[in-house]
């Protein structure tokens, strides 16, 4: 099965907006977004050229960058294999999305 190509919306840093979750759902909104007060969030970075950049939540807070590659073999499918010993590669699937909002299916 080919490469699919990914919306220009996607190409951006997502924070997730767990106050938006819902059963089976994930909410993510762009950095850029007013997030309400929170201890840590964690988050991801869908780059051209197949880059990736996932952020966990570090001890102080503030975030570990973790990077990695993605590819897309089906529609509204990211297949992310991440750098690093111990790193674990997983799936993201687009349940829909828009310039401001990410929903994935929870994993």
């Known amino acids: ?4 190509e990914l919306p220009q919306e996607l190409y951006k840093k997502w924070i997730h907006s767990y106050e ?11 950095a850029s977004y007013d997030f309400p007060p929170s201890r840590g969030r964690r988050g991801f970075e869908i780059l051209p050229e197949k880059g990736f950049i996932l952020y966990k939540i570090a001890p102080a807070d ?7 590659r993605w590819t897309s073999p ?3 499918h990211l297949q992310v ?10 799936t993201i699937q687009i349940i829909e999305y828009s310039a401001d909002r990410l929903v994935v299916k929870k994993e």
Not at 81 to 90: D, V
């Open 20 to 30: 938006e979750d819902s059963a089976g759902y994930l909410v993510y909104r762009p």
């Open 81 to 90: 294999e991440l750098a690093g010993k111990g790193a674990e590669n997983f």
């Open 74 to 76: 089906e529609k509204n």
């Open 62 to 68: 503030g975030y570990q960058k973790v990077k990695g």
């Open 1 to 4: 099965m080919g490469q699919q």
